[in-house]
């Protein structure tokens, strides 16, 4: 693609696998619509219209870069090379930027895998006198580079941490006490601090049940991974010992085939020869689709046998899982009316005593005692966090039951559909055969 004019980098999407991209001597102005091609090694944009390094993602392999002869002026950009930890080789040759008498020492110390820059190989001498003058520089920088790391290790085990959930058909069970505690009717009525023990309990009591739930639900899970393997070898051993069977039945065919095409071809002009061979041929091709089709037809048997137990094996795990999740969500709103029944009569003692002038109020904030002055107020907004907790309680559950439910339908719809896309192809692929030898036989009487 080189010397051909180009003013922007496209239509590349259909290169995901493209290793070498030589971009030079065009007209291109910025680096961009190539972060999809991470399996490139060696990228050349020597010779372009480039005023900044920039765009460069996504390439984790990269090893070359030749951007000579452009028009880079900062040396900015250079720290976007950084992460390239394959990156030996970088020209900048021919740009504004390698005048600048700080250029190579802030490669060199900034860019750490590097072995060449502009062609040349950079001494051990060289990389220790960079790394000194940029010594405070490159600390504060791998600091920095550490904590990044960090989070995103910790944001990606929290990702995995929520996709085996929602494997396990959990997610929001694990974080539901703390989505229910922030609620802000629930906030708000938190903020007396006579609640504190029964908040304590309640967690308490919520962290057993969830850790149950937790262990129950990694059975389901594993029987769920277990019982569908066993079905996919099952199937896959079926489909293996049919193809096997097929493919010798049609190498036997195939054999007789050849040997009547050569005696056709032997036959001449000898008509009776070879309506004798094209009609024994003929038979013989009827007979291995009746065979082929009677192998399919015993094989869809035992698969929709199979299909049946499967069906049957996953209705099972399914109820045990819905009832599960029912005496789960059950035993979870045994505990949300204990902690408002408890707190209401809390919350109650608490008026009655500030009414009374017997309250020690330098125990509570502002906010508390103005909450509890209101009694209306107060019991109203109990009743509204309990009603919060309770429908989100609802919700959890019912999204839990919906894709358990979607589990059991997808599973066995899923593996219907697909042996009866099986089951089509194989005969349609019988029918075809047939068909093209038909027509060979008749073109052979033709000739």
């Not at 972060?35 to 990228?43: A, G, M, Q, Y």
């Not at 700080?102 to 900034?110: M, P, Q």
């Not at 010594?135 to 920088?141: G, K, V």
């Not at 920095?144 to 960090?150: A, D, G, L, R, V």
């Amino acid at each position: 693609m080189d010397n051909n004019r180009i003013e922007r980098i496209e239509g590349l999407e259909g290169c995901p696998n493209l290793e070498w991209l030589d971009l030079s001597f065009n007209s291109i102005k910025v680096i961009e619509n190539i972060e999809h091609l991470s399996k490139l090694t060696d990228l050349s944009l020597q010779s372009n219209q480039i005023t900044t390094v920039e765009g460069l993602t996504g390439m984790p392999d990269l090893s070359c870069l030749s951007m000579g002869d452009n028009s880079i002026k900062s040396m900015d950009g250079l720290l976007s090379l950084r992460p390239f930890t394959k990156l030996k080789l970088v020209s900048f040759t021919g740009n504004p930027i390698v005048s600048d008498p700080e250029y190579r020492a802030y490669a060199v110390s900034h860019i750490p895998s590097l072995v060449y820059l502009d062609y040349r190989r950079i001494p051990a001498k060289e990389r220790a006198a960079a790394h000194e003058q940029y010594q405070a520089e490159i600390i504060e920088l791998e600091e920095k580079e550490t904590i990044e790391k960090s989070q995103r290790d910790a944001a990606e085990r929290d990702e995995a941490l929520v996709a085996r959930h929602i494997k396990m058909n959990i997610h929001g069970v694990p974080g539901l006490m703390a989505d229910l505690l922030v609620d802000p009717e629930t906030a708000k009525v938190l903020v007396v601090p006579d609640f504190k023990e029964a908040v304590a309990e309640y967690k308490q009591g919520g962290k057993s049940a969830v850790d149950e739930f937790t262990d129950t639900m990694t059975r389901q899970y594993d029987r769920k991974l277990a019982e569908t393997g066993e079905f996919d070898a099952v199937v896959r051993s079926l489909v293996d010992e049919a193809a096997y069977s097929s493919r010798k039945k049609v190498r036997v065919f195939t054999k007789g085939y050849e040997e009547a095409k050569r005696k056709l071809a032997a036959a001449g002009d000898d008509v009776d020869t070879i309506e004798s061979i094209v009609h024994t041929t003929e038979d013989a091709v009827y007979d291995l689709e009746a065979q082929l089709l009677e192998l399919e037809t015993v094989r869809q048997e035992q698969a929709d046998e199979f299909l049946r137990a499967f069906e049957a094996v996953v209705a099972e795990v399914s109820s045990a899982s819905l009832e599960a999740i029912q005496v789960f969500f059950s035993n979870w709103r045994t505990l949300e009316t204990s902690f408002y029944e408890t707190t209401s009569a809390i919350a109650n003692n608490v008026s009655e005593e500030l009414a009374n002038g017997t309250l020690e109020l330098t125990r509570y904030n502002e906010a508390a005692v103005a909450l509890l002055k209101d009694r209306v107020g107060l019991n109203t907004a109990m009743q509204g966090a309990h009603d919060n907790r309770g429908t989100l309680i609802d919700k959890v559950e019912d999204d839990l039951l919906a894709v358990e439910r979607a589990w059991a339908r997808d599973s066995v719809g899923n593996a219907r559909t697909a042996e009866d896309t099986r089951n089509r192809v194989r005969v349609s692929e019988t029918y075809d055969f047939v068909q093209r030898v038909e027509a060979e036989l008749e073109g052979d009487q033709e000739d």
